[in-house]
T-cell receptor
Framework: SQQGEEDPQALSIQEGENATMNCSYKTSINNLQWYRQNSGRGLVHLILIRSNEREKHSGRLRVTLDTSKKSSSLLITASRAADTASYFCATDSNTGNQFYFGTGTSLTVIP | NAGVTQTPKFQVLKTGQSMTLQCAQDMNHEYMSWYRQDPGMGLRLIHYSVGAGITDQGEVPNGYNVSRSTTEDFPLRLLSAAPSQTSVYFC?????????????FGPGTRLTVL
């Protein structure tokens, strides 16, 4: 399987704190994406970072990518209770047509 | 726009029964895909399509068939349901084929096979 892995599997923080989750993957990529999934719902796209980029920001989200280590991190700053969800990274195949999702990090933000 | 819609939301089947999970999108997206999500496994790609008339296998295609006769619809067929196919199924679409970017997901179908 080319499925990646997120770390940690579960994370619990207080509102206002920062949350960092990591993703490791196995093969070379064209781009890496992060998604959020609220309980019982579909996934929602958060951010995409291309293989030639090292860092990207979107609002309270900061994503880094290290292709030499085949890893990425997602930082959520000033977390809110509404950020409580599972977060998944997704990488693409060399053809760009298949996507491999990680096992997810379950984030709980305590008000 | 409704985005990506899936029907039914819930389904219970007996082993050996067949059924079709429906997926439709109204964003004129070329790329569509089906995933299954199992506890602790993340999402795994079953089949995908880069346009009408073109389909291909993903990571876990066995036991599933797909067709893509129109841009809008991408049904997933279970020919003979097995308990191992108990899962939550998600359909997704994207505006591009190769190196597809943001994928839009449907709300999912929760399938139980007894």
């Amino acid at each position: 399987s080319q499925q990646g892995e997120e770390d940690p599997q579960a994370l619990s923080i207080q509102e206002g704190e920062n949350a960092t989750m990591n993703c490791s993957y196995k093969t070379s990529i064209n781009n890496l994406q992060w998604y959020r999934q609220n309980s019982g719902r579909g996934l929602v796209h958060l951010i995409l970072i291309r293989s030639n980029e090292r860092e990207k920001h979107s609002g309270r989200l900061r994503v880094t990518l290290d292709t030499s280590k085949k890893s990425s991190s997602l930082l959520i700053t000033a977390s809110r209770a509404a950020d409580t969800a599972s977060y998944f990274c997704a990488t693409d195949s060399n053809t760009g047509n298949q996507f491999y999702f990680g096992t997810g990090t379950s984030l709980t933000v305590i008000p | 726009n409704a985005g990506v819609t899936q029907t039914p939301k819930f389904q219970v089947l007996k082993t050996g029964q067949s059924m079709t999970l429906q997926c439709a999108q109204d964003m004129n997206h070329e790329y569509m895909s089906w995933y299954r999500q199992d506890p602790g496994m993340g999402l795994r790609l079953i089949h995908y399509s880069v346009g009408a008339g073109i389909t291909d296998q993903g990571e876990v295609p066995n036991g599933y068939n797909v067709s893509r006769s129109t841009t809008e619809d991408f049904p997933l067929r279970l020919l003979s349901a097995a308990p191992s196919q108990t899962s939550v199924y998600f359909c997704a679409s994207s505006s591009t084929g190769h190196f597809a970017g943001e994928q839009f997901f449907g709300p999912g179908t929760r399938l139980t096979v007894l």
